[in-house]
């Protein structure tokens, strides 16, 4: 199984909440004196941006459309300059600040592709239904991502996202099954 690795606002539930906004990266700082700004990306594919015409910018208070004029990459960065902002001064306010595209614009998933912000807050079970919990977080550790798992009896389980591990995923029912590896969980 894959999992994308766009991201929707972090928080903590009980209940699985479909996101319509998905982050796909955060403004660093800015990038030349032609309101130009540096993003680091938040996806899994960088390369995604060149496909996009226009993100949301959460400004904190509100979240505003910005129309992608050009798209550049620097190392592991994205060079962004948006329609109609041509000068630092009105970019320099929108350094940290988060970007978001809606659902609909969203990459499109392969079967077994999840996005993150989906799982958050699914109810987690074992095979053999010894262990429950909820997926409360994901690490992305770069050779594969790892799930947190807050069991019902108060534990932590830190649960590699790999085919042995993450059996099936059944989003409708918001259910995750798995398989603990031994050594996995101290009993």
């Given at each position: 199984?894959f999992?994308r690795?766009?991201?929707?606002?972090?928080?903590?539930?009980?209940?699985?909440?479909?996101?319509?906004?998905?982050?796909?990266?955060?403004?660093?700082?800015?990038?030349?004196?032609?309101?130009?700004?540096?993003?680091?990306?938040?996806?899994?594919?960088?390369?995604?941006f060149?496909?996009?015409?226009?993100?949301?910018?959460?400004?904190?208070?509100?979240?505003?459309?910005?129309?992608?004029?050009?798209?550049?990459?620097?190392?592991?960065?994205?060079?962004?300059?948006?329609?109609?902002?041509?000068?630092i001064?009105?970019?320099?306010?929108?350094?940290?600040?988060?970007?978001?595209?809606?659902?609909?614009?969203?990459?499109?998933?392969?079967?077994?592709?999840?996005?993150?912000?989906?799982?958050?807050?699914?109810n987690?079970v074992?095979?053999?239904?010894?262990?429950?919990?909820?997926?409360?977080?994901?690490?992305?550790?770069?050779?594969?991502?790892?799930?947190?798992?807050?069991?019902?009896?108060?534990?932590?389980?830190?649960l590699?996202?790999?085919?042995?591990?993450?059996?099936?995923?059944?989003?409708?029912?918001?259910?995750?099954?798995?398989?603990?590896?031994?050594?996995?969980?101290?009993?």
């Amino acid at each position: 199984m894959f999992f994308r690795l766009e991201r929707g606002h972090p928080f903590l539930i009980r209940e699985r909440i479909m996101e319509n906004l998905l982050k796909v990266g955060v403004i660093t700082s800015t990038h030349g004196l032609k309101g130009e700004v540096k993003v680091f990306p938040t996806t899994d594919d960088a390369k995604r941006f060149k496909k996009l015409k226009e993100v949301l910018l959460d400004t904190g208070k509100e979240k505003i459309v910005l129309s992608i004029e050009q798209v550049k990459f620097f190392k592991q960065l994205v060079i962004l300059k948006f329609k109609g902002i041509d000068d630092i001064g009105d970019v320099q306010k929108y350094r940290g600040k988060d970007l978001f595209v809606t659902r609909e614009n969203a990459v499109k998933l392969k079967k077994g592709e999840y996005f993150i912000a989906d799982l958050i807050g699914v109810n987690v079970v074992s095979e053999d239904g010894a262990l429950k919990g909820i997926l409360k977080d994901v690490m992305q550790t770069g050779a594969n991502d790892v799930y947190v798992i807050e069991l019902s009896d108060g534990r932590e389980l830190l649960l590699p996202a790999i085919k042995e591990c993450v059996l099936a995923v059944d989003l409708d029912e918001n259910t995750m099954k798995i398989h603990v590896l031994d050594g996995l969980l101290d009993k």
